[in-house]
Every structure is written in C-alpha cells, then in structure tokens.
C-alpha cells in the first residue's frame, strides 16, 4: 500500500487492528514523526507526518485523494481523521474534501487545539515552526502556490455524513479564536465543540494521559516534554499545569483519545 500521490511530500506507517471494523483511523502529526503510535486504537489506523514543515499545505489535496483511496480499498464505510494544532487543519481540509466512495460513507474529524487557517494571514501564528513555514514559503514558489491554493478549509464538506469534533483550550486566546473563525466560515456542517478548563494549547496531551488518578495525570502529561509519550508538552507550562489539573481532570477522567474515537 503507497500513498502514490502524495509522496514523498508525506511519511506514514499502517497499522491493522486486532479487530475487524468498518472504519479507519487517520493520525497526522504535528511533528517529524508518528504521534501516538504505540497507542492501541480498535480500529486499522494510518499515521502520517510531513517531509517539510509544510502546515500541510502542500499536496493536501493529493494526500486526500491518497486516504480515500485507501479506505476504499480496504473497504471502510467510516473514516476518522484525528489531529492536533497544526496537524488538526488536515483533519478539517481533508475531511471536508473526502466524498462517498462505494464504501466510504461517514467521515468524522476530531481536532484538538486546532490551527483553522493556515495561509495568508494577517496575524502570526504564535508557534515556533511557522516563522519557518513562511521562510519556506519566500524561499521556494512552488510551495507557496500550493500554500495559496490549500491555505484555507473548504467552507462546506462534500460529504452529507460529515461532522467534526473540536477540542480546544478555554482559556487560551489563540485557540478560541480559531475556533471562532471556524464556526463563523463554516456552512452546514455539524460541529461539537468542547472547552477544556486550560490556558495550554496541547489539550491532546491531556486526553492521552493516565486518568487513574491526578497525580499520575499530572506526572505523565508531564513528561511529555522529553517525548516519552510521543506527544507534544512545553515544560514552561508545567507551573501552570499544576494549578488546572484538578478542573481539568474532573472534567476528562472519563474520557480518553481511544474512547473518543470508538
């Protein structure tokens, strides 16, 4: 299996589930790598990250083209693209992008902290890899047009069985107002939205930590700085994090990224 189209802009690893279901499970990095890989999904799940740091703007449409075409031939009614920041914006284009196949029928989209619009903008994106992203862009036109072309989600889905699941930070401007972007620029398409009691961006983390209890809630979102969960955590929220985790706990000790994907 080859994502033909879209390589070698993108890297990806497929695994097949244990168990046999209808659906497949996309994961898009927002790093070099394959974020939440050791992860025990329920469902055949394909992880992709880019080549170049991209924001996923390059090929996007031709790694769509490439995901459909792979549930199709696995035979999958359902996809579920999951994603996180700047990796949640290929959640959102592509899955507003997929149309029904022989087999694919429902799409969801389930994007943490999402980056809603990528390019052109009239404000910085607050993260470190975009100033590169738009060095990127200066430096080379073929990667801007595509940035042009793909820089913004499609406002509508082509899918009737589409819907998108946002899960972002309360208190953190910049996810709130991507969100509002979203909703405001969107049309007919169902989306669920869900605040999480925080000041930090990567809420991801927060799902894929330990619930057993709030110290070792605490102490796994933690060590997500050093990549032991292949997550993405700032150590300069740690202080920060101590004072929220007991809202952000009672509100999420249920809830888990393969839950939220059943």
């Given at each position: 299996m080859e994502l033909l189209n879209s390589?070698?802009?993108?890297?990806?690893?497929?695994?097949?589930?244990?168990k046999t279901t209808k659906k497949i499970l996309v994961v898009f990095s927002p790093f070099s790598g394959f974020m939440l890989k050791h992860s025990n999904f329920e469902h055949d799940t394909l992880y992709i990250h880019?080549?170049?740091?991209?924001y996923y703007t390059f090929k996007t449409?031709?790694?769509?083209?490439?995901?459909?075409?792979?549930?199709?031939?696995?035979?999958?009614?359902?996809?579920?693209?999951?994603?996180?920041?700047k990796s949640a914006y290929p959640a959102i284009f592509c899955g507003r992008s997929i149309s029904e196949g022989l087999h694919l029928r429902k799409c969801k989209s389930?994007?943490?902290?999402?980056v809603t619009r990528v390019y052109p903008l009239k404000k910085n994106l607050p993260f470190s890899t975009y100033p590169q992203f738009i060095e990127l862009l200066n430096s080379k036109n073929h990667v801007k047009r595509e940035a042009i072309k793909n820089g913004h989600p499609p406002a509508t889905s082509n899918l009737k069985n589409y819907r998108e699941k946002i899960i972002y930070a309360q208190f953190?401007?910049?996810?709130?107002?991507?969100?509002?972007?979203?909703?405001?620029?969107?049309t007919n398409i169902k989306i669920d939205?869900?605040?999480?009691p925080t000041s930090i961006h990567h809420v991801i983390t927060m799902f894929a930590a330990?619930?057993?209890?709030?110290?070792?809630?605490?102490?796994?979102?933690?060590?997500s700085n050093n990549g032991e969960l292949?997550?993405?955590?700032l150590e300069r929220d740690d202080k920060l994090f101590e004072l929220q985790a007991p809202l952000i706990f009672n509100k999420i000790k249920n809830q888990s990224i393969v839950s939220i994907t059943k």
């Open positions: 390589t070698p802009h993108y890297k990806w690893l497929f695994k097949r589930s244990k880019e080549s170049v740091n991209s449409d031709k790694l769509t083209a490439d995901i459909f075409n792979i549930a199709e031939k696995l035979r999958k009614n359902e996809l579920i693209l999951l994603g996180s920041s389930i994007c943490f902290s999402p953190c401007e910049h996810d709130v107002r991507e969100i509002e972007w979203l909703i405001k620029n969107s939205t869900t605040p999480i330990s619930k057993k209890d709030l110290a070792r809630f605490v102490s796994d979102c933690k060590k292949e997550l993405p955590w």
